[in-house]
């Protein structure tokens, strides 16, 4: 109990009227990431304690750590990918390990800048107004470096998170007040101001460490379909060397970190469903959404984006991981039963909408889940009203039958 | 000028901006001010056209019967607004055609209409024609700051200067950023401005 011992000694120093006072809310976050506080969830020590999406006993530093957990999975399988994409790439002959290791080599300082800059911001806020510094963004830093591209120039990175932790969330009050996903702002930041590292053939391959030449393009599945390479899509197809439906669901394809591999996204999904942070309503309907729009293209199927079998979407870009851990988001999602149903479905829909029909946004999903975010505080309003409409009118029968 | 007609001037650039504060205007502002040049142009044009119709309508309000003032002000804003583009086409083609429809949609600004209503049909000519300049002014100083953030950063230049590539910013690996050319990072520059403003002016703060 050393350290115990050393934090009791410091703490009147960072307490109302100490040395340090004006640091309290940074004392405070590092005492409660060491120990577990005596007060949690209790609503009466700081309102701000408790997020306002928070309706169970469960507190929000365990929510949030269950999605980091449920989020390992990819996060281990994208550091394997890089360094197995850059190996296959560049025709070199590494190991697992070797792979593994220049991975996790690569994907080291997109965390490590995620996590400074974001929490860095988080502090200032919380020092500033005076409140406890939120556990929201140890979930966000981790899924914001696993929608990028493995190249992302880090300061550009920097400039996105310093961005989506500002205008998407401290605006509006702190983790739990945000109607926007913080992580899908990013994304959607850097997309709109560097489109030529967030897409295009040659951002997705990491180089060797001291290689001086010209990156390797390796597209994307989404990328060879949207635009002119429809035929060299459906020829990659029919030679079946490189992307097959197998690679695609277990994820050894160009793409961003942490979005390939739709078994290491599953295996996070059974974590968040099994200890129910997640809700399955919400990713069942996404996934409804986007069969039932890809179903539909289909049966137009006018060009040859549209033929492609509506299972694809699932295999392909960010659908899988948007769907199990971003749509999902508790904050941002609808958040009555029905409402969650409406707002998966149109999520789904329009991911693969955007997809299929609008060659300039070949990361519909990304795009679709921000619309719905916008929209989702709407559907609630709906629901809401329309249920006491219902049992107004029962209620009215009601008194009829009895009078 | 005394201190009430000083007001005239200062509040508008501050406490009472009629973007800002008032939130009018907010389209042409987020249009025009990709690049500083045609944000100077659009904010001097408003500011003449706010001026001068303030003071015309100034010293006619005695005589126009209320039932038909609107009219009477539309009337004396466009001639004033086509002026202002004659005078914009024969001296500054190149901006005037970047600035295309919004010259002429200086009509339907909320803040000419506006300040004609509040304040030049009852008032003196001289105060209204320097709340017309105040509430240009107010306007313009928030388009040249936009302009100025975003043709900086969307472009790297400045007045057309290859600032950032003097400086050698992009051998570095410096990009320009293409979101803030977009006219949604406008509105959140607008919103940021706003809140920089807000939380220096407790006046502007509602009770909590």
Redesign the interface.
């Known amino acids: 109990m050393k350290l115990r011992d050393f934090i009791d000694k410091i703490k009147p120093d960072f307490s109302k009227g100490g040395r340090f006072e004006k640091l309290s809310s940074t004392f405070e976050a590092f005492e409660s990431f060491a120990f577990t506080p005596n007060t949690v969830t209790g609503g009466k020590v700081a309102p701000s304690y408790r997020g306002s999406h928070i309706r169970d006993a469960v507190d929000l530093k365990r929510t949030i750590i269950t999605v980091v957990i449920a989020l390992l999975p990819a996060l281990l399988f994208g550091m394997w990918n890089i360094g197995h994409q850059t190996a296959s790439f560049y025709n070199l002959d590494w190991g697992f390990w070797h792979q593994f290791w220049f991975g996790f080599l690569r994907m080291l300082p997109i965390i490590v800048v995620s996590y400074v800059v974001g929490l860095f911001i988080e502090f200032l806020f919380a020092e500033i107004r005076h409140e406890q510094v939120s556990e929201g963004f140890i979930g966000t830093g981790i899924i914001i470096s696993l929608i990028v591209p493995v190249t992302v120039?880090l300061?550009?990175l920097a400039?996105a998170v310093a961005f989506a932790v500002i205008?998407g969330k401290e605006?509006f009050g702190g983790s739990g007040y945000n109607f926007l996903n913080p992580a899908l702002v990013a994304r959607a930041?850097l997309f709109?101001?560097?489109?030529s590292?967030m897409s295009g053939d040659s951002v997705w391959i990491a180089q060797p460490f001291h290689f001086t030449g010209d990156a390797i393009s390796g597209a994307t599945p989404l990328a060879l379909l949207s635009g002119n390479s429809l035929s060299s899509f459906s020829s990659s197809f029919s030679s079946s060397s490189s992307f097959s439906l197998l690679d695609m669901f277990i994820g050894t394809i160009p793409g961003s970190i942490g979005e390939t591999s739709v078994i290491a996204i599953l295996l996070g999904a059974l974590i968040l469903l099994f200890t129910g942070v997640a809700s399955w309503r919400i990713m069942l309907s996404v996934v409804i959404g986007g069969g039932l729009m890809g179903l539909l293209f289909n049966a137009i199927g006018a060009n040859e984006y549209m033929q492609l079998p509506f299972y694809y979407h699932y295999l392909m870009g960010g659908f899988a991981f948007g769907c199990v851990f971003m749509a999902t988001d508790p904050v941002t999602a609808a958040q009555t039963n029905t409402g969650k149903w409406i707002y998966g479905f149109l999520i789904g829909a329009f991911a693969v909408l955007l997809r299929v029909l609008n060659p300039a946004y070949p990361e519909g999903m990304m795009l679709a889940i921000l619309l719905m975010n916008c929209f989702a505080p709407l559907i609630d309003h709906c629901v809401v009203a329309s249920n006491r409409n219902r049992r107004k009118k029962r209620w009215a029968t009601a008194e009829r039958r009895i009078a | 000028m005394n201190s009430n007609q000083k007001k005239l001037i200062t509040n508008p650039l501050g406490k009472n901006n009629p973007i800002t504060v008032q939130v009018l205007g907010i389209c042409s502002c987020l249009a025009v001010t990709a690049q500083l040049k045609p944000a100077v142009v659009m904010a001097l044009s408003v500011t003449v056209v706010v001026a001068l119709s303030n003071l015309i309508i100034s010293l006619m309000r005695k005589s126009i019967p209320p039932r038909i003032r609107i009219i009477v002000q539309l009337v004396v804003v466009s001639a004033l607004v086509i002026l202002v583009n004659q005078v914009l086409m024969a001296f500054v083609y190149d901006v005037s055609k970047q600035l295309s429809v919004y010259v002429g949609l200086i009509i339907t600004n909320c803040i000419v209409m506006g300040r004609l209503e509040a304040f030049a049909m009852t008032n003196r000519p001289w105060d209204s024609f320097l709340d017309g300049l105040g509430n240009g002014l107010g306007y313009g100083i928030i388009l040249v700051i936009l302009g100025f953030v975003r043709e900086l950063f969307g472009r790297g230049t400045l007045w057309g200067y290859p600032l950032f590539e003097k400086l050698g910013l992009y051998n570095i690996g410096y990009e320009n950023n293409g979101f803030i050319i977009m006219a949604p990072m406008a509105l959140i520059l607008v919103g940021i401005i706003i809140w920089i403003q807000r939380s220096h002016n407790k006046e502007l703060q509602e009770n909590k």
């Open positions: 120039p300061w550009q400039i205008i605006v930041f709109f101001s560097y489109p590292h």
